[in-house]
């Protein structure tokens, strides 16, 4: 007898707000799929920007992130995939006008089973990938399986950081990992 269990997490809305010269709160841990309402006074925005800079307290707009207009507005969780996200208020972030967001895995478990030497990101992804090997790994071949076991691309990545094009797979679930099956592979989500 085969006993399948299935664990449903309902996304959800999360809300953000400015109060002075700060968010509250200033750092929020969501999980996939969740949206975030930024309630914002008239005098504040919301872009997001790279680790780096956040740290230096920049303004500059990270490329593809999200944006959030003076006065407040949502975020979709399509912009929030695993990891951290980096955000200011352009006008005040010299005041420290800056917050994160930490958005988790849905089963709350670190998945750790990538190939020794590779990492993936973003996960889940939506027009494409950056694989991250080692500098011992680069050309070895990576594949991405369909849930059937068939191959539907093949990575041979020639230097240590690839952008993979995901732009011509359906959305859904695949693996990521080595051609033998034994191997570890990595479960690969495209939005």
């Not at 010299?94 to 478990?109: A, C, E, L, R």
């Not at 750790?112 to 090997?133: L, Q």
């Not at 594949?143 to 230097?159: C, F, M, N």
């Not at 191997?183 to 495209?190: A, F, N």
Request: net charge negative; aromatic share 8%.
């Amino acid at each position: 007898m085969l006993v399948l269990i299935t664990a449903v997490v309902f996304p959800a809305t999360r809300t953000i707000s400015s109060s002075g010269f700060s968010f509250s709160p200033a750092t929020l841990t969501i999980t996939v799929g969740d949206d975030i309402i930024f309630n914002l006074e008239s005098n504040h925005n919301v872009v997001e920007v790279s680790q780096a800079t956040w740290n230096a307290n920049g303004s500059t707009a990270l490329s593809g992130g999200f944006e959030v207009a003076f006065g407040g507005g949502t975020v979709s969780a399509a912009f929030l995939t695993v990891g951290t996200h980096y955000y200011v208020c352009q006008s005040h972030v010299s005041s420290g006008m800056k917050g994160t967001i930490v958005v988790q895995n849905t089963t709350g478990i670190e998945d750790r089973s990538m190939p020794p030497g590779f990492s993936v990101y973003p996960n889940p992804a939506h027009t494409s990938i950056t694989i991250d090997a080692e500098e011992n790994n680069s050309g070895n071949k990576l594949y991405i399986s369909d849930l059937a076991g068939r191959i539907v691309a093949t990575i041979k990545p020639e230097q240590e950081i690839t952008t993979v094009d995901l732009s011509g797979l359906p959305y859904g679930t695949y693996f990521i990992g080595q051609a033998d099956r034994r191997k570890r592979s990595v479960k690969l989500i495209k939005l």
